[in-house]
């Protein structure tokens, strides 16, 4: 009985030890299992840093092959690439690793000057089929080094982006071995990883590439900008000079002139009335002839007169411009319409297309990334261009102001985080407003004694009651005191000229009658320039000097109230 009992003590205890060596060596297969898991995580995310952390995709190989030679065992490893002259073929890239340089060496000179079609050797293979594993060069049909590599074995893989192979890493050993399926696992996720890394740099590459074509685009654009703008600054500095210089020396005299002829003639005596009458004819003549002379060199000057446009219609050829410019680049430039700004309004088309290819061209040059927005709108005094984009940062409001005085307008510019906004706004007039008077008295605002002589005497023999103040300021000091059906305001003028003093007196700066009170500009410049920068301030039109008694009447017939 003992000794039946000695032996399923035995039993058991042989029992107990197979299973216990069984359970470690589960759980060192396990153990082992998780540390080979670990390294595989541990290259992917090595070779992920690398692949994130590089700027070139040469330099991106160059930095992951030797983990992938530690990874494996391997003696060498070594990049392909396609050649330039068949895509379908691989190369040496000239990217090697060794950790057996003479074994290195023997590979590397073996594979010198050697390419490998789709299909053909343990490249080609890999190129076609994906990741490839050769267990033994020896009697190999496949592998096409094994003259000078008689024993070993090799792995392959590609790199693809999309369909396209970029690249194939091949590992090499001079000892026969057989296929690593965990290894292939890991080629495979590497190979997948690194194509998307030269997608990306791809992708970089181009926008880089479209990015420097664009600014080139809009460094042309903008020369061409500055050219015109240059042209059209002297062409309408010499048509100011030549106006200045030409009213000044005919039309202030002339109206002198024919203003004392038309209080002369009232005096007694037929012969002194004959006589006044020619000379008043005499200088009809001379003011018509001066009057001709203006309008030619006004023609020949290639001056646009004012026209009637809504904003939308007035920027959309800049627009499109803008967008040949930007091609196929990712950015865009989108515009969002207000309806206001579809309605027609006398604009200076001129200066608003100026000031908003200026602020484009500094949206382009300063924004990082992302799409320019640009929004337009129209109120009762104003034009605005709003326009939005990612970036900014230094310079960016100092070319916003080039922008305002390029096109006489006013622009802010504010900086939220990554955001800028450039606003421009021109001043519009709706071109159905008319403005009438309510009372039969007249300001008259002028800088010359002889003038406001001359020219007050006219309206008080027409019938109106006349007040003469020397300046705009004086004229909105005049006007928060007394209501006017109408004013006859000078544009050059010391202290406040008569565009400034229009724009407050239309702001309110009178009160609320004197904002809505006729004013009709007297100057002795006839261009459609003067014409459109007088309605644009808020003028209800414009008597050119000299003008005669008759034209002075059918201005104060148009504004003032009827008897």
């Not at 692949?51 to 930095?63: G, I, K, L, M």
């Not at 080094?145 to 001079?174: H, I, K, N, Q, Y």
């Not at 181009?206 to 042309?220: I, S």
């Not at 000044?248 to 002198?256: F, I, K, S, Y």
Request: charged residues 25%.
């Amino acid at each position: 009985m003992s000794e039946a009992h000695d032996d399923r003590l035995l039993r058991r205890f042989e029992r107990e030890r197979s299973a216990r060596l069984q359970a470690e060596a589960i759980a060192e297969s396990q153990l082992r299992e998780s540390y080979e898991q670990q390294r595989d995580l541990d290259v992917v995310a090595r070779v992920a840093t690398l692949a994130n952390e590089s700027t070139d995709v040469r330099d991106t190989f160059q930095a992951v092959l030797p983990l992938l030679v530690e990874r494996g065992g391997w003696m060498t490893g070594h990049v392909l690439t396609p050649t330039t002259d068949d895509p379908t073929a691989v190369a040496s890239a000239g990217i090697w690793s060794h950790t057996n340089p003479t074994f290195g060496e023997k590979v590397q000179a073996a594979s010198a000057g050697r390419r490998f079609r789709s299909g053909e050797g343990l490249a080609g293979t890999a190129y076609r089929e994906g990741p490839t594993w050769e267990p033994d060069f020896a009697g190999s049909t496949t592998f096409l080094l094994r003259d000078e590599l008689p024993m070993g074995s090799a792995c392959a893989f590609p790199v693809m982006v999309a369909s396209d192979v970029v690249a194939v890493f091949e590992f090499l050993t001079p000892v026969p071995r057989p296929a690593d399926e965990r290894f292939l696992a890991l080629c495979r996720l590497i190979g997948a990883g690194l194509g998307r890394a030269v997608e990306r740099s791809r992708s970089a590459a181009a926008e880089a590439a479209a990015r420097q074509a664009l600014e080139n685009a809009v460094e042309e654009r903008t020369r061409d900008l500055v050219d015109a703008r240059q042209s059209a600054q002297a062409t309408a500095r010499a048509r100011q000079n030549f106006h200045a210089a030409l009213s000044h020396e005919l039309g202030t005299p002339l109206h002198a002139l024919t203003s004392a002829l038309d209080a002369a003639q009232s005096t007694d005596g037929d012969e002194l009335a004959a006589l006044l009458a020619v000379a008043q004819r005499s200088a009809g003549e001379l003011q018509d002839r001066s009057a001709q002379l203006l309008r030619n060199a006004d023609s020949g000057l290639g001056d646009e007169p004012p026209r009637i446009v809504s904003l939308a219609k007035a920027l959309e050829p800049s627009f499109d411009a803008y967008r040949r410019i930007l091609g196929d680049a990712p950015r865009r430039l989108d515009v969002a319409v207000d309806a206001t700004a579809e309605t027609p309004v006398l604009l200076d088309e001129g200066a608003m297309v100026r000031g908003t290819e200026a602020v484009l061209t500094t949206a382009m040059l300063a924004a990082d990334e992302g799409d320019i927005e640009v929004v337009l709108s129209t109120s009762a005094t104003h034009a605005t261009v709003r326009t939005l984009f990612t970036g900014g940062g230094v310079g960016v409001p100092e070319l916003a102001q080039l922008a305002a005085e390029s096109a006489d307008g006013e622009t802010t510019s504010d900086t939220a985080g990554d955001h800028t906004t450039i606003s421009l706004s021109l001043p519009c007039v709706l071109p159905d407003t008319f403005r009438t008077g309510t009372t039969d008295r007249v300001l008259l605002v002028d800088d010359t004694a002889v003038m406001r002589r001359l020219c007050s005497a006219m309206v008080e023999s027409l019938g109106p009651t006349v007040d003469v103040v020397n300046n705009g300021a004086e004229a909105i000091a005049a006007m928060s005191e007394q209501d006017y059906g109408l004013v006859l305001m000078d544009l050059s003028m010391p202290v406040l000229d008569g565009l400034a003093a229009t724009r407050l007196i239309r702001s309110g700066r009178s009160g609320p009658v004197a904002a809505t009170t006729p004013v009709v500009a007297l100057t002795a410049h006839t261009s459609s320039t003067h014409l459109l920068r007088s309605r644009l301030a808020g003028m209800d039109d414009l008597l050119s000097k000299p003008f005669s008694k008759d034209q002075l009447a059918r201005v104060l017939e148009r504004f003032l109230p009827a008897d």
